[in-house]
């Protein structure tokens, strides 16, 4: 009872980490048809942000800092690089994979391309015994995190101007153009939020994993994108689900399984997902 008590908040916490990166992901594409590939560049910047400035700043507000230093490169790949391409998707494409490859160069170039231990709070160094289970802590910070993001981007989609624009521009994109309301600062907006987001997951997963490395925004990047596709391109419910459904799996079937079973089992479960319901578990269309 206890292992499968610690499978499954362990596969919460790592469906948690996932739903961090997914989000944003699926807020990008939703409103701007944008599947940006580059994501996990702005993963890597609130990581290594956060990293550096912890010895000058402390760590709460180097966290702040990773955060925000996220958003901005969110914000300003959004008006210097995907503005001009919004009707070219091929090259929205090739501009993201390429500032992804130069994103890590340019992160092992300035501290290397080895691993480096990452700070932690300190209360993610203990357990909590939960009906026999030894839990770390961290799998509970993790966990918080995704829950209070999840219900922020809730509320701010559903209560705010900006929010009501962006399910607007999910649900029809011509309609709103048509009505004279001007998108281009809801884009802006919407790569800064998924930048923000995906630094928070950055710097969480550098707690998670105990170190980061220049590459590990991209080998996270390839499960938030399963999970984006499963949940349904533009739901951030739907990404919520396919990311707990993911985690579960993948940890179950490690431990259970062969080694490296549960990256398998998650490919196969996106294959079967896009042969019996295309558009995912939530459908293209909806956003909450």
Request: hydrophobic share 60%.
């Amino acid at each position: 009872m206890s292992t499968v008590v610690l499978l499954a908040l362990t596969g919460l916490g790592l469906a948690a980490l996932y739903f961090l990166i997914a989000s944003g992901l699926s807020l990008v594409f939703g409103l701007a048809g944008v599947l940006n590939f580059a994501h996990g560049l702005f993963l890597s910047v609130g990581a290594y942000v956060t990293w550096w400035s912890a010895p000058h700043l402390g760590l709460p507000l180097a966290v702040v800092a990773g955060v925000v230093a996220a958003a901005a490169t969110g914000a300003l790949v959004e008006l210097a690089m995907i503005r001009p391409l919004y009707a070219r998707h091929t090259e929205q494409v090739l501009v993201t994979v390429g500032l992804s490859l130069a994103g890590v160069a340019l992160l092992q170039s300035i501290w290397g391309a080895d691993a480096r231990v990452f700070p932690a709070f300190a209360f993610t160094g203990n357990v909590t015994t939960v009906l026999g289970a030894q839990v770390p802590d961290d799998r509970f910070l993790l966990i918080g995190a995704a829950v209070l993001v999840l219900a922020g981007l809730l509320a701010f989609l559903r209560f705010t101007r900006y929010g009501l624009v962006i399910r607007a521009g999910v649900e029809n994109r011509t309609m709103v153009k048509a009505l004279g309301i001007d998108v281009r600062n809801a884009f802006t907006l919407v790569f800064a939020i998924g930048g923000a987001l995906a630094g928070l997951a950055g710097i969480l997963g550098g707690m998670y994993f105990t170190s980061i490395s220049p590459g590990q925004g991209g080998s996270l990047l390839i499960f938030a994108f399963i999970v984006v596709v499963i949940g349904g391109l533009g739901s951030v419910t739907g990404s919520a689900v396919a990311a707990v459904v993911v985690g579960l799996l993948q940890q179950f079937v490690n431990y259970y399984g062969a080694s490296g079973a549960g990256d398998v089992s998650v490919v196969a479960l996106l294959a079967i997902v896009l042969l019996l319901r295309p558009a995912g578990i939530a459908g293209k269309a909806a956003t909450a």
